[in-house]
């Protein structure tokens, strides 16, 4: 077996490490250690991954995709000039930018990998994750938790039993996650977050700042201008990070839109407050962490901090306020993730390391039943089967019984969360265990539900008198299609061969049905909030919504995909 590599496939930035004599290194992308996660077309039409791509942000967005790591997991369409590409097509440009790195780097050839994932990221994200990777040319070894692979990076350094606090805020998500670490053995105890909280939203307050008052200076929104709001956010996320060691940064861009200069100067304090309420969350998702491992804040010896958006000093300090503790960075936080993936594909490789694992499943997985709810006979009553926070690998079964004489079939429905009625947890697929023996009511069926170390569901259902049996490896996210990689190994060679446009499909059948459901559902969100906000966020809704209608109407199912983009990221914020 050669040497199993190490990604951290980040929202914003990527990076790529392998186990060198038992340590971990980082393997420079173009001479630097961190890869921005942008794809992108040249002028030439050729591909362009990383650093270019970034630079082509600002004077051809059209041709630049950025943070795709959000919509993974989800059945949409990313354009990207001419062509339309999945979530996992254009991670695997990512991927496969890392690998040729590697490559060139180590003299030898790399086809195997554990890549990282929040440890929030449900089923139907790590299975998009692990395709990307396949897409990529790698076998994936392992999809592995972000905040874990950290622990295990900083505890290759040290010797003492600690019990640690992971606090892992990138660029699009949010995770925190309990370690102890005893003789040797890594344990991941409990875990809790957010996949839609990270830099991005820090970026996106600063830019709705800025371009408001551009727009009572000069009566333009400058967001509603794909390149001077491109432009905008390449000059914010500079003023950003200027802001973690600067009390001010200065946001200067001339001529930004026709004659128009943008000259605004932001103080770090102005920024904190922007984004206090969010960071606000996050202390929320740590207490319920500490409350999940039945320990005190008093209980911590270490925090150690994940992710670049936590060099914001704001967030040292509302951690420290509110577990005494105070925050480290030994390791870059940038980098600490890539390089606990690189330990656990050497421990997979058969290198000596100094730990152990033990991870956790976020989640709480379990089936759909018939049972009484507040004194009330109900059909949607949630039976947790494996609970949030057990050990990896984990199988866990249980016996449910047939509500009919005769019953000849049962459709086995899998929620995940944690509350008492299905519809109010996150559906992840249902499948029929038909041909039941002719027994009265009450004939036994014994559901098993396994969760392997990447985290991925598998259910049986078993028929206990006649021993019929049926196993489903779980199709998650509600109506996510399954990535045909056939399909996408094909786009991809005709987008790499340099095909005619012509004989590229623009939308694909069920990207088409999946769009317009998308919208229906974007419909409904919005239409509920209309009595709870202002008229001027009302009368933004009610455009989208009517654009969206049209859209439908007249088939325009780009403009559709679109328009569903922008409506969530309102809503996001809205719903809030």
């Known amino acids: 077996m050669g040497q199993i590599i190490g990604i951290d496939l980040g929202t914003t930035n990527s990076e790529i490490a392998v186990l060198n004599n038992g340590r971990p290194e980082v393997i420079p992308v173009e001479g630097k250690l961190i890869m921005p996660s942008c794809v992108g077309i ?24 950025l943070s795709i790591k959000r919509k993974m997991g989800q059945d949409i369409i990313t354009p990207l000039g001419k062509h ?6 254009i991670s695997s440009f990512i991927l496969k930018k890392l690998k040729e790195q590697a490559e060139e780097y180590l003299g030898e050839e790399v086809t195997q990998a554990v890549i990282t994932v929040p440890a929030y990221f449900n089923d139907s994200q790590r299975k998009a994750t692990k395709n990307a990777g396949i897409l990529a040319g790698l076998e994936v070894m392992r999809i592995f938790n972000e905040p874990t692979a950290a622990a295990l990076a900083y505890e290759a350094d040290q010797e003492d039993n600690q019990t640690i606090l992971i606090y892992d805020l990138g660029g699009g998500t949010f995770d925190v996650s309990l370690v102890v670490v005893e003789n040797g053995v890594v344990e991941v105890k409990a875990s809790h977050g957010n996949n839609n909280l990270g830099g991005d939203d820090f970026d996106n307050l600063i830019m709705e700042h800025v371009a408001d008052l551009f727009l009572k200076q000069h009566e333009i929104d400058l967001l509603n201008d794909l390149q001077p709001k491109m432009r905008l956010l390449s000059a914010v996320i500079l003023a950003k990070e200027e802001l973690s060691d600067s009390p001010f940064a200065r946001i200067s861009e001339e001529f930004i839109i026709g004659d128009k200069h943008l000259d605004v100067e932001i103080s770090r304090h102005d920024y904190e407050e922007m984004i206090k309420p969010l960071i606000k969350t996050t202390m929320k998702s740590v207490q319920m962490c500490l409350k999940d491992g039945d320990l005190l804040p ?22 420290n306020e509110l577990l005494k503790c105070e925050a480290h960075h030994e390791i870059s936080p940038d980098l600490i993730v890539a390089m606990g993936a690189a330990i656990q594909g050497g421990v997979m490789s058969g290198e000596e390391t100094h730990s152990v694992l033990v991870d956790i499943s976020p989640y709480t997985f379990g089936t759909a039943v018939v049972d009484f709810y507040e004194g009330e006979l109900q059909s949607d009553i949630f039976t947790p089967i494996i609970k949030r926070n057990s050990a990896l690998p984990v199988s866990k079964a249980d016996v449910f019984n047939t509500i009919a004489d005769g019953q000849k079939q049962v459709n086995i429905r899998i929620y995940q969360g944690e509350e008492p009625i299905v519809t109010e947890n996150i559906f992840i697929g249902n499948f029929l265990i038909e041909d039941l023996g002719d027994f009265p009511a009450g004939n036994e069926i014994v559901l098993n539900l396994h969760l392997n170390l990447d985290g991925v569901l598998e259910v049986t259902a078993l028929e206990k008198r006649t021993g019929l049996t049926k196993t489903v490896n779980m199709d998650t996210g509600a109506g996510k299609k399954s990535l045909d990689l056939d399909l996408a190994r094909e786009n991809i060679n005709q987008f790499l061969g340099d095909m005619p446009v012509d004989s590229i499909p623009s939308v694909r059948h069920d990207s088409k049905e999946m769009s317009i459901l998308d919208a229906k559902d974007l419909r409904k969100r919005a239409l509920a909030l209309m009595d709870e906000i202002d008229e001027t966020d009302a009368e933004e809704l009610k455009m989208f919504l009517d654009e969206s209608k049209k859209s439908i109407k007249e088939g325009n199912i780009k403009k559709l995909v679109e328009l569903n983009e922008s409506l969530s990221d309102v809503l996001f914020y809205l719903e809030d």
């Open 42 to 65: 040249d002028s030439h039409g050729e591909l362009i991954v990383g650093t270019s791509a970034r630079n082509q942000m600002v004077s051809d967005p059209d041709q630049t995709v």
């Open 84 to 89: 339309n590409f999945s979530p996992e097509e």
């Open 298 to 319: 008093k209980d911590i010896d270490k925090i150690i901090l994940v992710g670049g958006a936590t060099r914001t000093p704001l967030i040292s300090e509302m951690i």
